[in-house]
């Protein structure tokens, strides 16, 4: 088990609103209950905002953006700064409660931390530097002087989704306070007691009030339709499903809101008969193992050469058997359950529809009895073209294997996807590995590894996976806008 006390840690954790630097309760006194995905037992109760709250957070958010864009960078860095310390100094605390809402595994929780933590590092140290970003310069015509500069958009909503509680929102909050921007969040019903501990830890940094407001809300529509519409918000971002991100995409398209939205997934991996296999299994394994398979960049679908397919089958097997199943803070444990029975539902569907359409079952794939959304390891093979979970992102443990012959062949079947966020490909010739990475229609493609995530890289899809990038030198540039002024002398 973990070092900390669950249960001191579930008393203390805050459950109510936070808005404008106080915590208070939703104005209804409503709440809803939070669930530990494991053994199903309710953790807490947290506070269930009503669009008047939601409002009131974009209030605080209003009041504070002035101030903040005016504080200077280096105390925004150093606030910054401050809180990269503060996230890694509660890092046990924060990463109990995100394996207690979500599940995954403490290891992979405390891994969590620290990239979500890492954004604050990162994008304390671009807070000073881009405000030195402009232009200054005479027009082609020698009339007037062109100075441009860059400025915070402004109030910002950020939607977040429960597969990555910290993460997906310390990947926004930290560019948008960087930037000088005041923020509204509204992480997922399942997983909201992360950013509820994070925003204390936050304004125990010292962050001024209302710079950062979270509200937890089981009415998500309605508790986000009325800030869209409200004209003093300047940006929207979101991550989540592709689905919800074009409904807001159309509420954006209102107030003509700039708009990051990071979506789903349909990732390809790609392992060639000169691959290393073993380096393979170990990146297939990554892509798709890691948070349980619940991620938006796990390999959705694996492709490999016909020369390889029985010995990285096999190992692939093998490697996924070795997954110990059970409560994420047990020891020894290394695959935690699902979020829900929703989604555990889902990945039964898919499996059942590949199998009943000519796919293998090389192992797993039995829904095991008992408290806990838990879903065995599994690895088909020989999966049609037509299974559901070709079109669809599994977001489970399932290794869904096809094959191919040649690398035209494989690039048209990885591309064959409306969707465009990450991709992997496996082979020893490094022409081969970039005419093909090349080739490959996704934001992000790993080379001989299953990993891509990283604050310094810039993180995000095209096609219906998204628009905008996170993390990066480009991550801050989504809440900033340029202005031009024209200066006759
Ligand atoms: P989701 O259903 O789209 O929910 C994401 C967030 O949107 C949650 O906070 C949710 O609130 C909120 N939401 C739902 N319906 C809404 C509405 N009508 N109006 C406003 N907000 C609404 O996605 P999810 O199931 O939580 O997350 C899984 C998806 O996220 C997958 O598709 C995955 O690929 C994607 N994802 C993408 C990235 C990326 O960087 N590209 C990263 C992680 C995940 P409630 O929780 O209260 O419903």
Redesign the pocket.
């Known amino acids: 088990m973990a070092d900390i006390d669950r249960a001191r840690l579930l008393e203390s954790v805050p459950t109510e609103l936070f808005i404008g630097g106080k915590w208070a309760p939703a104005r209804s006194r409503a709440t809803f209950e939070v669930v530990d995905p494991a053994s199903e037992e309710i953790l807490v109760r947290v506070a269930d905002a009503s669009s008047e709250d939601g409002i009131a957070a974009l209030d605080a958010a209003v009041d504070a953006a002035a101030g903040w864009a005016a504080t200077p960078p280096w105390k925004r860095a150093d606030l910054l700064r401050a809180a990269y310390d503060a996230i890694l100094a509660r890092r046990e605390e924060i990463a109990t409660l995100i394996t207690l809402e979500m599940g995954k595994p403490l290891a992979e929780s405390r891994g969590e931390v620290d990239y979500g933590a890492t954004f604050f590092r990162w994008f304390s140290e671009s807070a000073s530097r881009m405000h030195l970003e402009g232009a200054y310069g005479t027009e082609p015509g020698g009339g007037y002087k062109i100075m441009t500069y860059k400025r915070p958009v402004g109030p910002t909503l950020l939607?977040?989704?429960?597969?990555?509680p910290l993460a997906?929102g310390t990947r926004k909050i930290g560019a948008a306070l960087a930037a000088g921007c005041t923020v509204v969040i509204?992480?997922?019903?399942?997983t909201p007691l992360t950013m509820l501990l994070f925003a204390e830890v936050m304004r125990e940094a010292g962050l001024p009030d209302g710079v950062l407001n979270v509200i937890t809300?089981?009415d998500?529509?309605g508790v986000?339709?009325p800030i869209m519409a409200d004209p003093r918000l300047r940006k929207i971002s979101?991550?989540?499903?592709?689905?919800?991100?074009k409904?807001?995409l159309g509420q954006a398209a209102e107030g003509v809101l700039r708009s990051s939205m990071?979506?789903?997934?349909n990732s390809p991996l790609l392992v060639f008969d000169d691959a290393d296999i073993d380096a393979a299994v170990d990146g297939a394994t990554m892509a798709k193992m890691r948070n349980g398979g619940e991620?938006?960049?796990a390999a959705n679908r694996i492709y490999v050469q016909s020369g390889v397919l029985e010995e990285f089958t096999r190992k692939l097997a093998e490697r996924l058997g070795s997954f110990r199943t059970g409560h994420g803070l047990e020891e020894g444990v290394t695959l935690g359950p699902l979020i829900d029975g929703e989604q555990r539902a889902k990945v039964v569907r898919l499996v059942d529809d590949a199998v009943d359409k000519g796919a293998t079952v090389v192992m797993g794939g039995e829904v095991p009895s008992g408290a806990g959304h838990f879903y065995p390891p599994t690895v088909l093979r020989d999966v049609p073209r037509d299974a559901a979970m070709h079109d669809e992102?599994i977001?489970g443990p399932v290794a869904a294997i096809y094959s191919f012959d040649t690398e035209r062949e494989a690039i048209e079947r990885a591309n064959d996807t409306p969707y465009g966020?990450a991709s992997y490909l496996f082979t020893r010739d490094l022409s081969r590995a970039v005419r093909v990475a090349e080739a490959l229609d996704t934001g992000m493609t790993g080379i001989n590894r299953g990993v891509v995530s990283n604050p310094a890289a810039p993180?995000?899809?095209i096609k219906e996976?998204?628009l905008g990038r996170?993390g990066s030198s480009e991550g801050i540039e989504e809440y900033l806008e340029t202005k031009y002024i024209g200066m006759q002398l």
């Open positions: 939607v977040t989704p429960w597969n990555f997906m509204k992480p997922a019903e399942q809300t089981s998500a529509a986000v339709a979101f991550t989540g499903s592709t689905q919800v991100g409904l807001l990071e979506l789903g997934g991620s938006c960049v992102e977001f966020l993180f995000g899809g996976s998204g996170e």
